[in-house]
């Protein structure tokens, strides 16, 4: 009889070790008659969003050309300057995916320069309230770049208004 090798593996991942029990059950202490409860420490708030005024034409050359500069300067420079801060932005829906939308910025680009990640209600208003090809203006916070692919990846985008579409002679 050939015995399977998972027998122990399982039995150890069922048994539960100490210090590693669910204590969310537990209600807190109560406190004693005639004193107060135990203070609770202030609630932090978290600072505002710090954004960036440069544009996707000022940051395109640097981080979406590939070996625009060599690799650790270039990381160096996007943790310095640039990731976790916020944009306000504006561009063309060019598809909607399961996690946002993509969005051209350029006339020049072939798909899209941006992937704008939406927390499911956004992402489900975008999709209901918008079509592609329009224009928007939209927040976001700029979280990672691809200098391969050319594009620059944002999380927690909030659509702020839809735009008119520009100009027929700005290369649209």
Not at 69 to 88: D, V
Not at 131 to 137: C, E, F, I, W
Request: proline share 10%; net charge positive; hydrophobic share 40%.
């Amino acid at each position: 009889m050939k015995r399977s090798w998972l027998g122990p593996i399982m039995c150890i991942m069922s048994t539960p070790l100490p210090g590693c029990a669910d204590k969310t059950s537990e209600a807190p202490p109560a406190a004693a008659p005639g004193t107060r409860p135990a203070e609770r420490a202030p609630a932090t708030i978290a600072p505002p969003p710090e954004f960036i005024k440069e544009t996707l034409e000022d940051l395109f050359p640097i981080f979406c050309v590939y070996r625009s500069m060599p690799l650790g300067e270039k990381s160096a420079l996007w943790q310095k300057k640039y990731g976790g801060r916020w944009i306000r932005w504006s561009g063309k829906i060019r598809s909607f995916t399961p996690n946002g939308m993509t969005v051209q910025m350029r006339p020049e680009a072939l798909t899209f320069d941006l992937s704008l990640w939406m927390d499911a209600d956004h992402a489900q208003f975008a999709r209901t309230h918008y079509k592609v090809g329009d224009h928007v203006r939209f927040s976001a916070q700029l979280s990672s770049y691809d200098d391969v692919f050319q594009k620059l990846y944002l999380s927690h985008t909030t659509i702020l208004e839809k735009l008119a579409p520009p100009a027929r002679d700005a290369g649209w």
